[in-house]
């Protein structure tokens, strides 16, 4: 599999500040019952954003790819103690953000692996994404900025999401090729958010795969 | 809490809308819309099991009562109605 | 179908740690029907009403935190390789990293809890402890995280990006975690007692923590198949016609040529969830025996793939399985075994956990 090209048949990138939330909210209300559009937080409607365009089922596999998840539910989870809030500790638990929309269209997803770290959180991504043994696999991330966890690094300060639908064979936007090995004691990474810029920009990349010790390049017709 | 103001099941009834619709942040009705014998579960407000849980964590905020388990909050939560009941049994026990 | 047509993944090495000890001496007190599970306020030194929890070395958050040690000595018992290197990847799997710290932080105002309790801060301190290189990734999907570990390891194995590799999992218990699960109504006072049929439930939560290290080879210990299935249905309840436990069933059938297994169930406690799970599971498998251990040592959450993966192996090493420790004879299903039984005369068992989310995941274990 180490000398395979991927073709990407889809990618979408969105940064959410503070504004898109009734923007997107509204959007989501457009498509879904009420109930689940006043729930949805903030990276949930940009990941779900990001997905929606996406043309999947339930036999594709889904990576979600987050350094910290739902930062705003976690403090408002902490928040509300003593008497802790449900809702906000069930939103506040990985990989919530991205099940309120799978959940939303009630669609089953027989593989679904969710990763958070933080060092090359892109390369691992994409690596878990193209490991699947199915024609297409999507990989979808984003961070959401909060307030005081931010104070201490503990969440993102920015808001973004992107998704990628990658597949085997056929047309596509883009492609993703694996190349040369690592060099000996390698230390570069690319971040989430590096990845979500260039699928906005459709910028080349180039991306550390620990896993194949090999490069793997992002590149766009 | 408001323990020592005693107040009526009608005022606590309406009390109870107010508190549904702040708690689970609903902005597309209003407290009038909620009949007192409305199931509050499927049809109507369209509420589930995790609203459920944020009211209840929200009456035993304000009402100092006590609901200790998931099967609980199901029979309490039929309605404003029964809730109000159980609020005024609790708390006529304390 | 979510299952892994892996080659068979060998067990090379295993741990697993509950609040009574190491996997031999968990298994020898759940076949000793033994509890480790306390009546513990929920907020620990705040208070809070009692619910069945079973710590190792106490409740509270403490500095360093009370996980630390227990996987430093975890990680010296690890097979002496180059973990994080290209053929050695690390695969860290837990539910809550401690995110408790950051609870307590808050509480206390002690910013050194700050340094622990996100799953990136976890992942980077433990490299740099263990010594392990950059291929490490760190994966929460609430309590199915170990068996997506795992599922994912194995992947590595047959695609031949691995010759070795690392599934390592911990979840320890805070008043954050409890409290949240309090404030979900499905932990409360009425001690566990998983598949009974009454007419209120609770889970109970217990510290874990472990390792599998998997390999090409086989073993006297394999992995014979790894299953996934997500119902996204809503988040704390299952599909109430049980397509994911009748899903899980079909997995199960799908991913080994055995007749005759055991199966060791998710069974937490609560009741509509334990429900559908051992009457799914007894329509498919009548003649299999179901157990859960958890209305014992109690939920380990991201760990119980792999900590309940180590009971089992010591439980096939022994020729016996501990019965479903704490459930009376009054189960919610027939095949539900509440007393230990004697395992010598099978070759496999199923290893199944759930999640929020409609989340399912397990494994098939064999002898070789």
């Known amino acids: 599999m180490l000398n395979q090209r991927y073709i990407i048949e889809d990618a979408h990138a969105i940064e959410g500040g503070n ?77 919530s953000a991205i099940e309120q929309t799978l959940i939303a269209n009630k669609q089953p997803i027989n593989r679904f692996y969710p990763i958070t770290s933080d060092f090359n959180l892109a390369g691992q991504a994409i690596e878990s994404t193209l490991i699947s043994d199915s024609d297409r696999s999507i990989l979808v991330g984003g961070d959401e900025r909060a307030t005081w966890l931010c104070e201490h690094e503990l969440a993102s300060h920015t808001s973004f999401a992107c998704s990628l639908l990658v597949k085997k064979t056929g047309e596509g936007i883009g492609s993703i090729t ?32 620990y896993s194949f010790n090999r490069w793997i390049h992002v590149s766009w017709e | ?13 309406q009390e109870l809308k107010e508190l549904i619709i702040s708690a689970l942040n609903i902005d597309d009705i209003k407290p009038s819309d909620i009949g007192d014998n409305d199931p509050l579960f499927g049809e109507g407000l369209d509420l589930d099991s995790i609203d459920a849980l944020e009211i209840v964590v929200s009456l035993e905020r304000k009402y100092s009562i006590k609901i200790g388990s998931s099967e609980e909050s199901k029979k309490a939560l039929e309605s404003v109605a029964t809730l109000a009941d159980l609020i005024i049994s609790e708390q006529s026990e304390a | 179908m979510g299952k892994v047509q892996t080659t068979r993944i060998g067990i090379e090495a295993y741990r697993g740690l509950t609040a009574f000890g190491d996997a031999h001496t968990t298994c020898q007190a759940l076949l000793d029907n033994r509890i480790a599970l306390k009546p513990t306020p929920v907020l620990g030194n705040d208070g809070g009403d009692l619910v069945p929890l079973a710590g190792l070395n106490g409740y509270d958050e403490t500095l360093p935190p009370r996980w630390l040690p227990e996987l430093e000595t975890l ?38 809890h700050l340094k622990f309790g996100t799953p990136a801060r976890t992942l980077e301190l433990l490299k ?13 999907h609430a309590c199915v995280t170990a068996n997506v570990g795992i599922e994912m390891a194995s992947r590595h194995i047959h695609l031949g990006l691995a010759d070795k590799a690392l599934v390592f999992s911990f979840d320890f218990i805070s008043p954050f975690v409890a409290g949240g699960f309090h404030a979900l109504k499905i932990l409360n006072e009425h001690l566990p007692a998983p598949y009974e049929d009454r007419g209120i439930g609770s889970i109970a939560l217990g510290d874990g923590a472990g390792y599998v290290v998997l390999s090409g080879q086989e073993q006297d210990f394999n992995i014979e198949n790894n299953f996934l299935y997500n119902e996204m249905y809503h988040f704390t ?33 609560t009741l509509d969830a334990g429900r ?23 939920h380990t959450l991201g760990s119980c793939g792999i900590v309940e993966l180590s009971i089992v192996i010591e439980a096939m090493k022994a020729g016996r399985c501990p019965g479903t420790v704490g459930t009376n004879k009054n189960t919610m299903a027939s095949n539900v075994a509440t007393d230990s039984f004697d395992i010598s005369g099978y070759r496999s068992a199923a290893l199944l956990s759930n999640a929020f989310g409609g989340a399912h995941a397990g494994c098939i274990i064999s002898h070789a």
């Open chain 1, 178 to 209: 694996i190349g040369d090995e690592l060099p000996e004691n390698c230390e570069s990474e690319c971040t989430l958010s590096q990845l979500a810029r260039a699928i906005q920009e459709h910028s080349a990349l180039q991306i550390p795969s």
């Open chain 3, 237 to 269: 309840s299952n599909d109430p016609t049980a397509s994911g436990f009748q899903e899980v069933a079909k997995l199960i059938k799908a991913s080994t040529e055995e007749s005759k297994i055991w199966i060791k169930g998710h069974g937490t406690g």
């Open chain 3, 128 to 140: 740099k402890l263990f010594n392990w290189g950059p291929n490490a990734i760190a994966l929460s």
């Open chain 1, 19 to 95: 504004d898109l939330v009734a923007e997107a909210r509204a959007k989501y209300k457009e498509t879904y019952p009420s109930r689940v559009a006043r729930r949805m937080t903030h990276i949930g409607m940009m990941t779900g954003l990001c997905l929606k365009p996406l043309s999947y089922d339930q036999n594709t596999p889904i990576v979600y790819a987050s350094v910290f998840g739902e930062s705003q539910s976690l403090e408002a989870f902490i928040d509300s103690f003593p008497g802790a809030s449900p809702l906000h500790f069930q939103r506040s638990i990985h990989p």
């Open chain 3, 75 to 112: 990680a010296n018992s690890l097979p002496d390789l180059p973990w994080g290197s290209a053929r050695y990847p690390v695969f860290l799997t837990s539910s809550n990293y401690d995110v408790g710290s950051l609870y307590t932080a808050k509480a206390t105002g002690n910013q050194d």
């Open chain 2, 1 to 13: 809490m408001n323990n020592s103001e005693p107040i009526s099941r009608d005022a606590l009834i």
């Open chain 3, 276 to 298: 559908m799970e051992a009457t799914s599971l007894q329509e498919s498998f009548p003649d299999s025996p179901l157990v859960s251990w958890k209305g014992s040592i109690g």
